[in-house]
Every structure is written in structure tokens, then in C-alpha cells.
């Protein structure tokens, strides 16, 4: 089993930064990526970010540029570090992980960008 447990999400104002974290613990070594995924209000959900157990990147090209994905020492850590934010970006945020046991989510955590 992995279980994730997330945090950073908040209010900030268009251009500003916020960075996410997300602690997987568990049955870590099982994991081959992680990430993280969006959902505003009445849209699909959308992958944001993810890195792999290798250290390999993905991106949304909405976030390229702007967003940045990196593991912790221990690599069952990741943390999203997201500049310059626009009112768009606005959604709940949740941690992803996924192995060779399955597809895992955080609860999500809600990040408010104001214009």
C-alpha cells in the first residue's frame, strides 16, 4: 500500500509562488512516478506535473516554464515549486503515485490564485 499526505496549497495572488509538497510513505519502492494533478470546478482533472523514480520530468505545457517538480533526499517526497501563478491555475491540487500495486491519490489541497 502508498499512502500520500499533502500540504502547501493556499491563497496567492496572480504571480506569485507557491511550493506543494507531497510525502509518500508505504510501499514506497513499488512507486515509478509521481505527481501531481488539478481539477477546477465542473473541468476534468488534468495531470500538472510528475517526475519518475529516475528523476525523468513531465510537464503540462501550460505549467512549462512557470512550474517545477523535484523529489526529496529519501525520493518518497516530491515538491512542486509554482511561479508565477495565474488566476487559471486555480484548482484543487492532488498527489499522485504510480506502481507496480496501483494508482494512488492524495485527499488534494486547494490552491486560490486572485487576479
Not at 3 to 28: F, T
Not at 72 to 89: A, F, I
Request: charged share 10%; proline share 3%; hydrophobic share 30%.
Amino acid at each position: 500500500q502508498v499512502q500520500l499526505v499533502e500540504s502547501g496549497g493556499g491563497l496567492v495572488q496572480a504571480g506569485g509562488s507557491l511550493r506543494l509538497s507531497c510525502v509518500a510513505s508505504g510501499s514506497i519502492y513499488s512507486i515509478n512516478s509521481m505527481g501531481w494533478y488539478r481539477q477546477a470546478p465542473g473541468k476534468q482533472r488534468e495531470l500538472v506535473a510528475a517526475i519518475t523514480s529516475g528523476g525523468s520530468t513531465n510537464y503540462a505545457d501550460s505549467v512549462k516554464g512557470r512550474f517545477t517538480i523535484s523529489r526529496g533526499n529519501t525520493q518518497n517526497t516530491v515538491y512542486p515549486q509554482m511561479n508565477s501563478l495565474k488566476p487559471e491555475d486555480t484548482a484543487v491540487y492532488s498527489c499522485n503515485a504510480w506502481g507496480t500495486l496501483g494508482n494512488y491519490w492524495g485527499q488534494g489541497t486547494q490552491v486560490t490564485v486572485s487576479s
